[in-house]
């Protein structure tokens, strides 16, 4: 009996890590229904016009990468397709690397895109709040050259970009302070440039009531979630989609597994009270 309990939990290990496995090798691309939250997102990227300069804050580390980075490539593509140029900033310092390698890998299906021209990323800096006050005075004071020591003035795509008020919207992708709630009080309510973003799924419900009539906050993605839904309606089959995919198959099997031990337990009851 010992054995046949052992041999059972292999058998049911396996099977998940096939489930969750094959998903990721070989993506399905199952969608679900998009929450209003995330449509708000994308109707703000969709509907702005082109060559219109945007901001994505990279407020987190690699800690949290997993549910924030496929928002990074998802954004940056949709601004992308939009030709809206694009401006990393980071209030986290492991935020430029995440935002270098949100660049490379959205660069593969966009070759053409220059940085200077199409993107730029311009670093980080210490100073949360005040940091972002400054930037409503002046981004050149703040960061006079970007990550590659190029001169503010230099960088063709910021030449009529002075201070927050000539972007046309912010996005902070965030996993704590300093991130969104920065970006909201200082550059939404003293600046009133549009304000998105996305953070994880624990702290989603935080966010939600600002997402209200008055758009304190222009949507939200939450978690993985939400990033597959922003993947669904940009037409992109990214590592959220696959991801979400695995975790599917995975709670399904789970619920097979319990549906058939509850069966067992049922039918061995039966066989002992007969």
Request: proline fraction near 5%.
């Amino acid at each position: 009996m010992k054995l046949t309990a052992i041999v059972e939990r292999r058998i049911i290990y396996s099977v998940l890590l096939l489930a969750v496995a094959l998903p990721l090798i070989f993506p399905i691309g199952w969608t679900t229904e998009v929450s209003d939250y995330t449509r708000i997102v994308y109707e703000l990227v969709e509907t702005t016009p082109e060559d219109k300069v945007v901001i994505v804050s990279f407020d987190y580390d690699p800690s949290t990468m997993t549910e924030l980075q496929p928002m990074a490539e998802a954004m940056i593509e949709h601004a992308w397709k939009r030709n809206q140029k694009v401006i990393a900033t980071a209030l986290w310092p492991m935020g430029v690397q995440m935002a270098e390698q949100a660049f490379t890998k959205v660069l593969l299906d966009y070759p053409e895109k220059k940085r200077g021209e199409d993107f730029v990323n311009l670093g980080y800096k210490v100073g949360g709040m005040v940091t972002v006050q400054a930037m409503g005075r002046n981004l050149m004071e703040v960061y006079p050259t970007d990550n590659q020591n190029t001169a503010y003035q230099d960088i063709p795509m910021l030449k009529n970009v002075r201070r927050l008020k000539d972007v046309a919207w912010i996005s902070s992708l965030s996993s704590g302070v300093p991130g969104i709630k920065e970006w909201m009080m200082v550059a939404r309510d003293n600046y009133q440039v549009p304000v998105t973003g996305g953070c994880t799924a624990i702290s989603a419900p935080g966010f939600f009531p600002y997402v209200n009539e008055q758009r304190q906050l222009y949507g939200l993605l939450g978690g993985l979630k939400g990033a597959s839904e922003y993947e669904s309606l940009i037409g992109r089959l990214g590592s959220a989609t696959t991801k979400m995919d695995a975790q599917s198959i995975a709670h399904l099997l789970i619920l097979v597994f319990i549906g058939l031990g509850n069966y067992r337990a049922f039918r061995n009851k039966r066989r002992q009270n007969s």
